[in-house]
C-alpha cells in the first residue's frame, strides 16, 4: 500500500479520481436537457468542489517529483482517457478510428515532455 501513496504514484491516482469528477462536471447534463440551465450549473459546481480536493493535493504532491509541465501533460492524457470512456459508456456515443488516431497523436506528443 505505500508505494500507492509514494509522490510518484499518488499524484497519478489523485488526477485520475479528479478527471472522473470533472468530466461528469462537465458533461453529465447533456443527458439532461430539460433541466434549467443554473440548476445544471450549481450541480456541475458541486461535483467540480470533489475534483478540486484531487487535483489540488495531486499537484502539490506531484511537484515534489514531477515538474510542472510533466504534471498538466499527466492531466491532459488522463482526460483525453476518461472523457473516450465517459462519451463511449455514458453519452453513448460512437467512437472511431478517426477520435482513436487524435487521441494517439496527442498522446504522442505529450509524451516529449517526458524526455530529458
Do not use: D
Not at 465517459?86 to 517526458?114: D, K, P, Q, T
Amino acid at each position: 500500500m505505500s508505494a500507492l501513496l509514494s509522490p510518484s504514484v499518488l499524484p497519478i491516482l489523485l488526477l485520475i479520481g479528479s478527471n472522473i469528477f470533472m468530466t461528469f462536471a462537465w458533461y453529465w447534463h447533456l443527458k439532461f436537457t430539460n433541466m434549467p440551465l443554473l440548476t445544471v450549473i450549481f450541480i456541475s459546481w458541486a461535483i467540480a468542489l470533489v475534483e478540486y480536493f484531487m487535483a489540488v493535493p495531486a499537484n502539490r504532491i506531484g511537484h515534489a517529483v514531477y515538474s510542472a509541465a510533466q504534471l498538466k501533460t499527466m492531466q491532459e492524457v488522463i482526460t483525453l482517457v476518461i472523457f473516450a470512456l465517459f462519451s463511449v459508456f455514458y453519452l453513448r456515443e460512437a467512437f472511431g478510428w478517426n477520435h482513436l488516431l487524435g487521441f494517439a497523436l496527442i498522446a504522442g506528443g505529450a509524451a516529449l515532455i517526458f524526455k530529458p
